[in-house]
């Protein structure tokens, strides 16, 4: 199994053959996830948002100043 995951602008963010990948450092957008196994390519179009956490994490330091 290898794993790719290519931003929108086509630049290769990813390349490996781990079974799991971590996105959290990753900007929000949209990237394309392809999946090789036994020389059959799958594609998947993923979508990153920001975690909610994250989102209270940052009101939290903005309502302390």
């Known amino acids: ?11 290769r963010i990813l390349n490996t053959k781990d079974t799991r990948i971590d996105l959290s450092e990753l900007n929000s957008g949209v990237y394309n996830l392809i999946i090789i196994y036994d020389n059959i390519r799958f594609n998947k179009r993923v979508v990153k948002q920001w975690q909610r956490e994250h989102q209270n994490n940052i009101k939290k330091a903005v309502e302390e100043k």
């Open 1 to 11: 199994v290898e794993i790719e995951l290519w931003d929108m602008a086509g630049r």
